[in-house]
């Protein structure tokens, strides 16, 4: 019995049918004949048909076998099928398969939604090894009840399944299919014993070395089964005429994915998926063409971290239209460079099942942790890195060997590894091992990472300032990630191509500013001053004559400042806190300091004071010379603190509407996405952000930013993000950077602390009377 509809689609009369088959599977029979199952043979009329039906054969129909090409007339049904029955996603199916997988899931009373997304990623996974290996005879199909068992389809499933984790991801999926059995029989023909131990050992894997994958509620006996499997095969039957590979990129195939991915994966832990308009304006704020016509063969890419794979797909896309504009090569080997590495296994599948869904096969993805070693990434090698890393993942360390966390230089500051969370810091030190000279990167982290007080994240900062060039700043309030609250700051850097890096140089001859030879003559002063301009540029910066400064450096005068320099308000600050500090305070408590002359005690404290003062001065000239050598001014770009404003300069915001959730794009009549971030088909368009950090990644000059985006973007120079003034050098990153204000007055200037005892949250106490 056939019930079919027709109708125009594309100027191509296209066709949707039901075909219910009246003929008994003779097999399927035999399989549940303990239950005495109805047949339509033994049927007697049209109620127990419909019996038979319903209970025997589970409402079953099939999808194809009527109007085909293939199919003879007057004939009816189809046993195989090839690639050329599959049809092409289309606008209006990209949310009505969701719904009918929601109405599939609602049908059985199927629970546990992210369970129900993991097991359609095996079938999709499955789906892409069938269209890639099975082209003239598809296994991802249910035939219908005349040629087809839940039995024979689930192991069709679990084969194209264990070939899909071998072949795209490396992994071994242990699973002993009929074909297993039936050689292990022919094998040992005749030798009971062997035949019989062979079988125990297949029995033994299958008994504790394998798992269910396509099991969408939990099964333990016959019945539940059976349930499962009219689950699966309703799931089956829902996409098996879609065709998921593709020449090219589908977008709506990727829309519906994405869809499904929205849906199905609760983000926690740290990971927290990027939403797919802050992906393109990244991309597109990378110097892509440069990187493409810069290397003489497709550039090696990477995101380290890729979760469910935006970035790479994004990457892809986005490289695209350069390639074939520069007729660079065949598109698909520049997308074999191209490398996503996840932690989390279901995600490792996600990623590899997304790059099929935009038609971008040939994109690597890793299962691997991507700061051990069985990441295999080669250091110094790749051109382009994008990444949303995890952050705040305690204990992170300990799954790391000790071999692999002595790799890092961050693991120095760390004194308990079990408890250390800064995962993000470790990213970070990672980039700078795996990016080439001049490779380029967008990283999102954090925004404490430019400001917390720990160790770890100051030494982080010091990675930053050694070995990349600063190009942009990029600050996204709360309302980014819809859901988590933290604020974040994409980085976008240039890894330093110099050997020996300039950080090495520059450190080599700050030291020897601040070292006195035993014996100099002019000419040997005069060498050791080579590069003086940085001292004047710091002399300037922080308000200092440089003869007075010169006065700290080289140990001369015998270890002490001059008069005017001390009185420099830095300086003064330099006693006061030297004067506090612990080791100073217990000094003057011992009695070998009390048993000296005053003399002699002033002479220790002004050597102490000095070697204070030159330690953090030697520390603050350092990192203003690398600060002073990035080539341009760094792209502050900061996000509106008012809701609504933020939401226009993301052009999106976020639905906790039943039934729709999720994203959602603010468009224009035509449907294009409206924010300043980016031009979705113009990328170079001067009117929107991306253009800006693109021309800073060129060296290209910052003027002339349209008045619109000013309110956004604030060029700065990185000097001028560091505070030199504290005693306590921490190199915080201000996205704020500070201006010199002159106060003119004829009263005295007088810091708050000096005169008050200042409380976090309390009114300010006053502690001594002063006249103001």
């Known amino acids: 019995m056939c019930l079919y509809a027709a109708d125009w689609l594309d100027d191509e009369v296209v066709y949707d049918s039901h075909i219910i088959t009246l003929r008994d599977n003779e097999k399927l029979l035999e399989e549940r004949k303990h239950q005495k199952p109805l047949s339509y043979q033994a049927a007697q009329d049209r109620t127990e048909r419909f019996k038979a039906w319903k209970e025997t054969y589970l409402l079953d129909y099939a999808t194809q076998g009527l109007f085909e090409a293939d199919i003879p007339a007057y004939e009816i049904g189809k046993k195989n099928f090839n690639i050329n029955d599959l049809k092409h996603i289309s606008s209006k199916d990209t949310q009505g398969k969701h719904h009918a997988f929601a109405t599939i899931l609602r049908k059985y009373n199927v629970s546990g939604r992210e369970n129900a997304f993991d097991k359609l990623i095996n079938l999709f996974l499955c789906k892409v090894v069938d269209e890639t290996n099975n082209a003239e005879d598809l296994k991802f199909y249910w035939k219908g009840v005349a040629y087809d068992s839940p039995f024979d389809l689930q192991d069709r499933l679990q084969v194209l399944y264990k070939e899909g984790m071998k072949q795209f991801l490396g992994e071994k999926i242990t699973y002993i299919g009929n074909k297993e059995i039936d050689e292990a029989f022919w094998a040992y023909l005749g030798d009971e014993d062997a035949t019989k131990n062979k079988i125990k050992e297949y029995f033994k894997e299958l008994k504790f070395f394998t798992n269910n994958d396509f099991a969408f509620i939990e099964v333990h006996n016959e019945a539940l089964f059976y349930q499962n499997a009219a689950v699966l095969r309703d799931i089956v039957r829902l996409f098996q005429d879609t065709r ?117 096969d040939n994109i690597k993805i890793t299962y691997a942790d991507a700061l051990s070693k069985a990441a295999n990434t080669p250091k110094s090698s790749y051109s382009v890195l994008v990444a949303n890393p995890p952050y705040s993942v305690k204990g992170f360390l300990e799954t790391l060997s000790e071999e692999e966390r002595e790799g890092y230089l961050l693991t120095n500051t760390v004194q308990n590894t079990a408890n250390n969370n800064s995962i993000e810091t470790f990213f970070i030190e990672r980039a700078k091992q795996l990016l080439a000279g001049d490779g380029v990167a967008g990283i999102i982290v954090p925004s404490s990472i430019l400001s917390n007080a720990d160790s770890t994240y100051i030494a982080t900062r010091e990675i930053l300032l050694k070995y990349f060039d600063i190009i942009s700043m990029c600050e996204f309030g709360s309302g980014t990630f819809g859901k988590t609250g933290t604020n974040t700051v994409t980085l976008f850097l240039r890894r330093k191509a110099a050997q020996p890096q300039p950080a090495d140089h520059y450190r080599n001859r700050v030291n020897q500013w601040f070292t006195k030879p035993a014996d100099t003559n002019e000419q040997q002063r005069q060498g050791i001053f080579q590069d003086e301009h940085f001292i004047q540029k710091y002399c300037r910066h922080i308000g200092v004559e440089l003869n007075d400064y010169k006065t700290i450096l080289m140990g001369e005068t015998e270890g002490e400042a001059n008069k005017e320099l001390m009185q420099v ?100 009549a035509a449907g294009k996405h409206l924010t300043p971030l980016y031009d979705e088909d113009n990328p170079r368009n001067s009117d929107k952000i991306n253009h800006y950090i693109e021309r800073a990644f060129l060296g290209e000059s910052l003027d002339n930013i349209p008045d619109h985006l000013q309110v956004f973007i604030t060029p700065a120079r990185l000097v001028d993000m560091l505070d030199f003034t504290r005693t306590d050098f921490n190199k915080q990153l201000s996205l704020s950077p500070k201006k010199a204000v002159e106060v003119d007055t004829k009263w005295e200037l007088i810091k708050l602390d000096d005169i008050c005892e200042i409380k976090k949250g309390s009114s300010v106490i006053p502690v001594v009377s002063h006249n103001i």
């Open 244 to 360: 998921i590979k593709g020449e090219t990129r589908n977008q709506f195939l990727g829309d519906m994915f994405e869809i499904f991915l929205d849906q199905g994966i609760k983000q926690s832990e740290g990971q927290f998926f990027t939403p797919m308009p802050i992906t393109r304006f990244i991309i597109a704020c990378l110097p892509l063409e440069k990187v493409i016509l810069d290397n003489q063969h497709p550039p090696k890419c990477l995101d380290y971290a890729c979760g469910a794979g935006h970035f790479l797909n994004e990457l892809a896309t986005q490289m695209q239209p350069y390639v074939d504009q520069h007729q660079k090569g065949d598109i698909g080997d520049f997308y074999r460079e191209i490398e996503g590495i996840e932690k989390e296994y279901r995600l490792s599948k996600v990623a590899k099942v997304s790059a099929f869904m935009y038609g971008q």
């Open 569 to 668: 308000e830095m300086f003064t600050e330099y006693r006061k806190a030297f004067d506090n500090l612990t080791s100073t305070v217990q000094r003057k408590k011992q009695k070998s300091y009390k048993d000296m002359g005053e003399h002699d005690q002033a002479i220790e404290m002004r050597k102490k004071l000095m070697a204070y003062i030159q330690g953090i001065e030697k520390e603050k000239l350092y990192y203003f010379v690398l600060a002073t050598i990035n080539p341009n001014k760094v792209v502050i770009v900061k996000s509106p603190s008012d809701t609504k404003e933020a939401k226009n300069f993301l052009g999106y915001e976020w639905s906790n509407a039943k039934g729709n959730e999720g994203i959602k794009l603010m468009t224009d």
